[in-house]
């Protein structure tokens, strides 16, 4: 016997939005979610109900009678919805902006700028959640999310804001150390390497191990580590010249710019994922989300123009 339980909203979501657009990967954009999470959820609600919902073509879909019966009954609910939810949407924008994004964009690149949005927008109050954790926007009442990740796993509605460098840095009095030099990558064996610890293998861009092959010294022995569980750890060590660390700009060009942190070398790896933003479902519709994206936006441009890369081009991965 089939249970008598509503489907979950997020169930009946995703097959509204299929409904209406005829489309998985369309409703993966309007949701913000992948085509085939769409997918498993129509699947799942089809398998709950005991019913096909929809004939699935080569290139399109059909919804079966069964299918559009229920299509009209979710709209008319979900409409409801809405309209009570907008009732509410004067006192929406009064309520703090919550953004979320990695601790390391957090930390080296967003709460740096915080200021110079709030000198422009100090009528709107911001909540940072800082996790790198993904966060779901639209049940964790999150409005606008920066996300680094592949480009090709970045929701269709996503906005580009800005690509990553890595290349050794250090500070300059590290740098001008005469009794360890740094001028070439085999000088490295002098110094000691700041690393990210890093279990699963997530990030090997970023690990000393395939910098070092990349420099055409694997067997180098350096003359010490010092580990480290979060990447602004690492920046801060080398900032004090506990070491030299893998930087990551945009991350850490202020640093570049003030001269606190120096690149030695010329190698460099612009790696294929990228920063995006991603704004909730609710949240385009609130002016000040809009301001702060347009911010970010225009933070991240400005930025580009600004820093100028001081070594050669290197390789991507």
């Known amino acids: 016997m089939r249970s008598s339980r509503l489907p979950s909203l997020d169930l009946l979501r995703g097959f509204a939005a299929a409904a209406r657009h005829m489309s998985f990967t369309k409703a993966a954009g309007e949701l913000h979610i992948t085509q085939s999470a769409v997918s498993r959820q129509v699947k799942t609600l089809e398998e709950q109900l005991g019913v096909r919902l929809f004939r699935r073509l080569n290139r399109s879909l059909l919804l ?12 008319v609910a979900l409409g409801g919805i809405e309209q009570a939810v907008a009732r509410l949407s004067a006192f929406a924008d009064e309520r703090p902006l919550t953004v979320t994004t990695t601790v390391s964009f957090a930390a080296l690149w967003l709460v740096p700028r915080l200021a110079r949005f709030r000198a422009v927008h100090a009528e709107t109050d911001v909540r940072l959640a800082a996790t790198n954790e993904i966060a779901d926007l639209e049940r964790d009442g999150i409005d606008v999310a920066v996300r680094f990740c592949e480009p090709a796993a970045a929701p269709p509605a996503a906005t580009p804001l800005i690509g990553e460098d890595v290349f050794p840095v250090a500070s300059p009095r590290l740098a001008r150390d005469r009794a360890r030099s740094l001028r070439k990558p085999s000088d490295l064996r002098h110094h000691v390497l700041l690393h990210l610890d890093d279990p699963q293998g997530a990030q090997p861009w970023l690990t000393w191990q395939e910098w070092l092959a990349a420099l055409k010294v694997a067997d180098l022995k350096p003359a010490g580590a ?68 347009e911010w970010l936006l225009a933070e991240a441009a400005a930025g580009l123009k600004e820093t100028q890369p001081q070594t050669g081009a290197g390789k991507r991965r």
């Open 226 to 293: 010092l580990h480290f569980s979060h990447y602004d750890q690492i920046v801060r060590a080398a900032l004090e010249a506990e070491g030299v660390a893998l930087g990551r700009a945009p991350l850490i060009e202020r640093y570049l710019k003030s001269g606190e942190l120096v690149a030695p070398f010329r190698d460099r790896v612009t790696v294929r994922r990228k920063y995006f933003v991603i704004t909730s479902r609710e949240a385009r519709e609130r002016p000040r989300a809009r301001q702060f994206v």
């Open 64 to 75: 079966t009678e069964e299918g559009q019966a229920l299509a009209r009954s979710v709209a």
